[in-house]
């Protein structure tokens, strides 16, 4: 099973200082090695799922790392305080679109997303509004009760 070290040193090894310029200009403010997000599947392949490992990565506030965390992390496993934490280190689009696909796949997140969207910041209430059209488009968001 792979360490955080292990994959770290992965990440670097793909890394790509142009990819990092284009990456951020498109708004991305975290630390940015440059890894392109298609050379992450090789990673996933041998990694599989892993919540720790995802959690780690997490906290690294490297980018790509924090992308390649939403893709490990098991969403059984996650909970609405993880979520909201992650929520608040969020700083672009790249990464609250990642966080909205791993909170889509977890079982209690419409209550969630309706709590986010209430949010005055900007990602948190993006993060909400991502997961309500993610659950629409998957046939798992409630029909209001007609009356």
């Known amino acids: 099973m792979p360490t955080l070290q292990d994959v770290l040193k992965t990440l670097q090894a793909l ?3 142009n990819t990092a310029l284009i990456t ?6 975290d630390e940015i090695w440059g890894v392109p997000y298609t050379a992450t599947v090789e990673i996933l392949k041998q990694v599989k799922m892993d919540h720790a490992l995802a959690a780690e990565l997490w906290e690294t506030g490297i980018h790509e790392a924090r992308v390649l965390a939403t ?11 993880q979520m ?3 929520l608040k280190d969020a700083s672009d689009y790249r990464v609250t679109d990642a966080l909205s696909g791993l909170a889509a796949r977890s079982p209690d997140v419409l209550r969630w997303a ?6 005055k910041k900007e990602w948190p209430s993006s993060a909400g509004w991502n997961v309500v059209a993610l659950l629409a488009m ?5 029909e209001a009760d007609a009356k």
């Open 138 to 142: 998957d046939g798992r968001l409630p």
């Open 71 to 81: 893709k490990l992390a098991d969403p059984k496993a996650l909970t609405q305080q």
């Open 15 to 17: 890394a790509n200082p």
């Open 84 to 86: 909201d934490a992650w």
């Open 114 to 119: 309706l709590d986010w969207i209430g949010s």
């Open 24 to 29: 951020r200009r498109h708004g991305v403010t």
